[in-house]
C-alpha cells in the first residue's frame, strides 16, 4: 500500500462500536475520512441485508459539523444505491428511532455523541426495527469497514459506480410526538394545574417536550432554547451539577417539577419541587410502580446489572417478572421488543417502556415524571419515602476511578478471582453478566466494569443505609488500589 493513501484513509484508525456506536474527538479520530470508512462500512452492511431498494434515514444532533456529516452520509448512500431519508432538523434519537419503524427504513444512521463534552461526535446505527444495533450487527459493521479499507487501497480496481438513488426528506416530529400524546396523560398533567421548567441542555429535544405541554395547556418554561454547539463549556448531560439555571427558574417560577435531556435526548435528569436531583435508579423504580398502579401492567420489568436493586423489591411485591441484563440498551430494547415487560432502565439515566420505541428515550421519562406527579399529588421525594416504608431502602452509587497502566494490568487480574468474602461481607452470589458484581448476604452489592474506552474502571455499589453506602464505598475502592 502507498504510504500517501494509508495517510490519506487513516487506516491505523480502528473504527469500533462501544455500548451506543462510534464516538471519537472530533479532529482527531472523528475526522472525515473516517467518517466516510464508518459509512461506507455500514451502506455495504445494509446492502448485505437488502440489496435492492433500501432506504436508511440519515439524522443528528445539534453539534459542529452535523449537517455536513448528514450531507456526506447522503452523498455515500445515494452513490451506494440506498435512499436517504434526510431528517433537516436536530432530531431527538427516540425520535429517529421511531421514525425507522414509521417509515419503515431499513435502518438509521444518527450523527450524536449524545451526553459527551463537545469536542466528541459519533454515529449510532439503528437496525429497521429502532433498536440500536446489537452486537453481531456492529462487529458484522466493522468487517465491512475494513473490506471497504482493502478494497480503497487498491483503488476500488474493478468497481462500477452505480447511479445515484434520489434522496428524500422526513420530519419526525409529528409522528413521535403524536405518539407521545397517545402515552402520556396531558389532560392529567394540565388538571393538576403542574409548572413545570424544562432544560433540553441546547440539544436536540429544543420544541419537543415544552411544545407538547404548551399545545396541551400546560405551563411551561424552557431554559437554554437555543443552539449552541458548545453546550455551554460543558457536557450535555442532565446531571445534578449541570442543572443549577432549572433550578433557579423552578424558583422563579414555583414550578412543582424540572425536566431536562442530554444532547440527543435519550437520557434524562429529573428535579424536586424543593430543588433537590432525583438520580435515574430512583425514577426508574418509582415510574415501574406507577405503570403498573395507572396501566395494570405487570409483565415484567428490566435494569442493567448496574441497576438498584429496589426494581428487584419492587418485582417481587408486584409479582412482575425481572430480568437483569449486561450495560447497554439494547438489551433492554430486545426485551420492549418482545413485550416482556412493561418499562426497562439503566442507572445512566435510559428508559423506555411497553408498546414503544426499543431506545432509551428521556423526553418520555420527564413527561411520565410530570404525569405521576400530577396523577398522585405527591413530590417525588414523598413517593420515594412512601417507596422505601413498603419495600425498604435502598441507596445506590456509581464511581469512576483512573488506573495506572501497572494498576489497570493488576486489576483485570483481580476480577478474575471468585471472592467468598469482602472486606468483612460474606459474599453470597458472584454475578458475571457484565462486569464483576459482588451481591453480600445483608443485601448490598459491588459492580466493577473496566472502560472499553480508558483506563478507568467504573464502581457501582447499593447498601441498605446511607451509613453503610459509605462504609462500602471506602472498601470497594480500597479492593482496587489494594
Partial sequence: MKRGLAKFFNLSTQIKFGTSGWRAIMAEEFTFANVRRALHGIARYVISQKPAGARVIVGRDPRFLGETFCSIAAEIFSSSGIAPLIIADAAP????????????????????????????????????DGAPALPEVTKAIEKEIAAYDAWAASRGAGKRPLENTPSENLDPRRMYLGRLREIVDLTEIKKAR??????????????????????????VTTVHDYRDV???????????????????????????????????????????????????????????????????????????????????????????ELHETPVGFKYIGELIKQDKIAIGGEESAGLSIRRHVPEKDGILAGLLCCEMVARRGKSLGRQLKELFADVGSFYPQRENFRLTPEVKEKFTEKLRSDPREFFGHKVSEVVRKDGLKLVFEDGSWVCYRLSGTEPVVRVYSEARSEDGLKKLSTVAKQWIFE
Avoid at 425507522?100 to 459527551?116: E, K, L, M, P, Y
Avoid at 409548572?195 to 405541554?213: C, E, H, N, T
Wanted: glycine fraction near 10%.
Fill in 93 to 128: 434519537t427516540p425520535a429517529i428511532s421511531y421514525a425507522v419503524t414509521q417509515a419503515q427504513a431499513d435502518g438509521a444512521v444518527n450523527f450524536t455523541a449524545s451526553h459527551n463534552p463537545p469536542e466528541y461526535n459519533g454515529i449510532k446505527f439503528s437496525t429497521p
Fill in 194 to 219: 403542574l409548572r413545570i421548567v424544562f432544560d433540553p441542555l441546547w440539544g436536540a429535544a429544543r420544541g419537543y417536550s415544552d411544545a407538547l405541554l404548551r399545545e396541551a395547556g400546560i405551563e
Fill in 230 to 320: 458548545l453546550f455551554g463549556g460543558h457536557a450535555p448531560e442532565p446531571d445534578d451539577h449541570l442543572l443549577n439555571e432549572m433550578r433557579e427558574a423552578m424558583r422563579q417560577t414555583k414550578a412543582q417539577l424540572g425536566i431536562a435531556t442530554d444532547g440527543d435526548a435519550d437520557r434524562f435528569g429529573i428535579v424536586d419541587q424543593d430543588g433537590s436531583f432525583v438520580q435515574p435508579n430512583y425514577i426508574i423504580a418509582l415510574l415501574f410502580d406507577y405503570l403498573v398502579e395507572s396501566r395494570g401492567w405487570k409483565n415484567g420489568v428490566a435494569k442493567s446489572v448496574a441497576t438498584t436493586n429496589l426494581i428487584n423489591a419492587l418485582a417481587k411485591k408486584h409479582g412482575a
